[in-house]
C-alpha cells in the first residue's frame, strides 16, 4: 500500500506559479508517480508523470513548458512547479502513484491522495 498526501495548492493569479508536493509513505520503492487534476463539471484528466529515477517524464500537451515534475526519493516527495498558470488550470490535483510505468492513463495508478485544489484567478 501506498499513502499519498499532498499540499501547496491555493489561489493564485493569472501568470503566477505555484508547486504543489505530494509526500508519499508506504511501500514507495520503485513507484512512479504522477498528478491528475479535475476541474467542476469536467472529466478528470492527466496532467504529468515520472517514473522512479525521474529519467522519464510525461506531460500532457495542455501543460508542456508551463508544468515540471520533479521527486526526491529520499524524501518521498513528488513536486509539480507550475508556471504561467492560466484560469483553465484551475482544478482539484490529485497525486497518483502506480508500481507500473510513468503512464497517462488514470486506470494505470492504483494510489491516489485525497486531492489539493488551485484556483486560478483571471
Known amino acids: 500500500q501506498v499513502q499519498l498526501v499532498e499540499s501547496g495548492g491555493g489561489l493564485v493569479q493569472a501568470g503566477g506559479s505555484l508547486r504543489l508536493s505530494c509526500a508519499a509513505s508506504?511501500?514507495?520503492?520503485?513507484?512512479?508517480m504522477g498528478w491528475f487534476r479535475q476541474a467542476p463539471g469536467k472529466e478528470r484528466e492527466f496532467v504529468a508523470a515520472?517514473?522512479?529515477?525521474?529519467?522519464?517524464?510525461n506531460y500532457a500537451d495542455s501543460v508542456k513548458g508551463r508544468f515540471t515534475i520533479s521527486r526526491d526519493n529520499a524524501k518521498n516527495t513528488v513536486y509539480l512547479q507550475m508556471t504561467s498558470l492560466k484560469p483553465e488550470d484551475t482544478a482539484v490535483y490529485y497525486c497518483?502513484?502506480?508500481?507500473?510505468?510513468?503512464?497517462?492513463?488514470?486506470?494505470?495508478?492504483?494510489?491516489w491522495g485525497q486531492g489539493t485544489q488551485v484556483t486560478v484567478s483571471s
Open positions: 508506504g511501500r514507495t520503492f520503485s513507484v512512479a
Open positions: 497518483v502513484a502506480t508500481p507500473l510505468v510513468a503512464a497517462a492513463r488514470a486506470a494505470e495508478y492504483d494510489y
Open positions: 515520472i517514473s522512479w529515477s525521474g529519467a522519464i517524464t
